[in-house]
């Protein structure tokens, strides 16, 4: 399945609380690294699996806008 828990076929509180996670690292990578790790060539996978949950409308649903991440994350890293 699509999914990490279980069989892989449900979506899980798992995977809820991966998504944000791997979104601010994607939002990171591109504001703060200059798009440093190539996710859909160097990890494949994890993008996929990426591309499947953000495509979900309970994801988009919940979603912060990328500026408001690279807002946040910028504060966080000012001293």
């Known amino acids: 399945g699509d999914f990490l828990a279980g069989d892989g076929e449900k979506i899980t509180l798992l995977d ?7 979104f601010h690292m994607s939002v ?3 504001a703060f690294k ?3 790790i190539d996710l859909e060539n160097q990890f494949p996978a994890v ?3 990426m591309d499947t949950v953000f495509d979900r409308d309970s994801f ?3 979603l ?4 408001t991440v ?3 994350w910028s504060n966080a890293r000012s001293p």
């Open 64 to 67: 912060y806008p990328e500026e």
């Open 16 to 22: 809820c609380s991966l998504a944000p996670k791997l």
């Open 34 to 36: 200059d798009n440093a």
């Open 47 to 49: 993008k996929k699996y």
């Open 28 to 30: 990171g990578l591109n």
């Open 60 to 62: 988009k649903n919940a």
């Open 70 to 72: 690279v807002w946040g």
